[in-house]
């Protein structure tokens, strides 16, 4: 299958490369790593995503060339890091009109929507996948550099919780020790995006972790980020990242579910984070959400009491 797609990308004259909605490092790096890898080859190529990239990834290299969408017919469009459709936004109609689409992802729920899939629901992130392409890319027209390598292990990094989540494997060690070779100041890529957290976001962190409420013997921990929160820190919606692991890193939490409120009235963004005896994808599907064995998403409407009501009943019936 690799092999396939490095040849159709090869001959295609023109590229698209979709990253998710609400972009993430993964969908970032391994997007961006593509593009450049293609732009070294001085291939027609452009990135699209229907958000803006958030301040913190406005940075990786690329990310300024991001597009909403076009009118243009592309050879060929590759989406990544997407489990469906849906997760494209608005940019699924650049990815319709193409003569060719390909889909490389890690999430299992992958609904295979493209003509060529290349889905590992085992590999870590979307860019340990990545990794294999362009060296493949690489065998035929030198494409690797610095640049794709930093990119690479950017999304390797944050979707891995530099490495300790459970979806870690030896081949996710294996393709960091060839990407840390490279001139990529890997330590830096830690601090940036793992560890460092900006004066506004601190004080978000603090005032919603203080409000969690805890269920069924405290297996479940729920926090809420309201709109007053995103007020009077000065803070929205994008900066919640990460703050839910807080609740699931508690002794004897096994599902953590973040709440957060939208720009629309009763509406709530989910995400779900948990132990690995619990399946994260199964509580975010009763919503009609996907995800992973330990973090899942997804959207839901009504009065805030009844949401939280029915996750926890959902959430219940998983346990
Ligand atoms: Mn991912």
Same mark, same amino acid.
């Given at each position: 299958?690799?092999?396939?797609?490095?040849?159709?990308?090869?001959?295609?004259?023109?590229?698209?490369?979709?990253?998710?909605?609400?972009?993430?490092?993964?969908?970032?790096?391994?997007?961006?790593?593509?593009?450049?890898?293609?732009?070294?080859?001085?291939?027609?190529?452009?990135?699209?995503?229907?958000?803006?990239?958030?301040?913190?990834?406005?940075?990786?290299?690329?990310?300024?060339?991001?597009?909403?969408?076009?009118?243009?017919?592309?050879?060929?469009?590759?989406?990544?890091?997407?489990?469906?459709?849906?997760?494209?936004?608005?940019?699924?109609?650049?990815?319709?009109?193409?003569?060719?689409?390909?889909?490389?992802?890690?999430?299992?729920?992958?609904?295979?929507?493209?003509?060529?899939?290349?889905?590992?629901?085992?590999?870590?992130?979307?860019?340990?996948?990545?990794?294999?392409?362009?060296?493949?890319?690489?065998?035929?027209?030198?494409?690797?550099?610095?640049?794709?390598?930093?990119?690479?292990?950017?999304?390797?990094?944050?979707?891995?919780?530099?490495?300790?989540?459970?979806?870690?494997?030896?081949?996710?060690?294996?393709?960091?020790?060839?990407?840390?070779?490279?001139?990529?100041?890997?330590?830096?890529?830690?601090?940036?995006?793992?560890?460092?957290?900006?004066?506004?976001?601190?004080?978000?962190?603090?005032?919603?972790?203080?409000?969690?409420?805890?269920?069924?013997?405290?297996?479940? &921990?729920?926090? #809420?980020? $309201?709109?007053?929160?995103?007020? =009077?820190? !000065?803070?929205? *919606? %994008?900066?919640?990242?990460?703050?839910?692991?807080?609740?699931?890193?508690?002794?004897?939490?096994?599902?953590?579910?973040?709440?957060?409120?939208?720009?629309?009235?009763?509406?709530?963004?989910?995400?779900?984070?948990?132990?690995?005896?619990?399946?994260?994808?199964?509580?975010?599907?009763?919503?009609? &959400?996907?995800? #992973?064995? $330990?973090?899942?998403?997804?959207? =839901?409407? !009504?009065?805030? *009491? %009844?949401?939280?009501?029915?996750?926890?009943?959902?959430?219940?019936?998983?346990?």
């Amino acid at each position: 299958m690799i092999e396939k797609l490095v040849k159709s990308m090869l001959s295609a004259s023109s590229l698209a490369i979709i990253s998710h909605i609400n972009p993430d490092g993964d969908t970032l790096g391994s997007s961006l790593a593509l593009y450049n890898a293609l732009k070294n080859l001085n291939k027609n190529v452009q990135v699209f995503c229907e958000s803006n990239i958030k301040k913190e990834m406005s940075d990786l290299a690329g990310a300024g060339n991001y597009q909403t969408g076009s009118c243009e017919k592309f050879d060929m469009v590759i989406a990544c890091d997407c489990a469906d459709l849906g997760r494209l936004g608005e940019c699924v109609s650049v990815f319709d009109k193409a003569r060719l689409t390909a889909n490389i992802d890690h999430h299992k729920t992958n609904t295979r929507y493209a003509n060529i899939n290349i889905v590992r629901g085992d590999a870590s992130s979307t860019c340990e996948i990545m990794y294999d392409i362009l060296a493949e890319l690489d065998t035929k027209q030198k494409c690797f550099d610095d640049t794709v390598a930093k990119l690479l292990y950017t999304g390797m990094v944050t979707d891995s919780g530099g490495f300790s989540f459970s979806n870690v494997s030896a081949n996710t060690h294996l393709v960091a020790s060839k990407l840390i070779q490279y001139n990529i100041e890997a330590s830096k890529i830690c601090e940036k995006y793992l560890k460092s957290i900006s004066m506004n976001k601190f004080k978000l962190k603090n005032r919603v972790l203080d409000k969690a409420r805890f269920f069924e013997d405290n297996r479940v &921990g729920i926090i #809420h980020f $309201c709109r007053e929160d995103f007020e =009077a820190t !000065g803070t929205s *919606e %994008d900066q919640t990242e990460g703050i839910i692991n807080n609740i699931r890193d508690i002794d004897g939490v096994d599902v953590a579910i973040a709440i957060t409120d939208t720009k629309n009235e009763n509406s709530f963004k989910i995400s779900i984070r948990t132990a690995d005896c619990v399946d994260a994808a199964a509580i975010a599907g009763v919503f009609g &959400g996907g995800g #992973h064995q $330990c973090a899942a998403g997804c959207r =839901a409407n !009504g009065f805030y *009491e %009844d949401v939280k009501d029915k996750l926890l009943k959902a959430t219940r019936d998983n346990l």
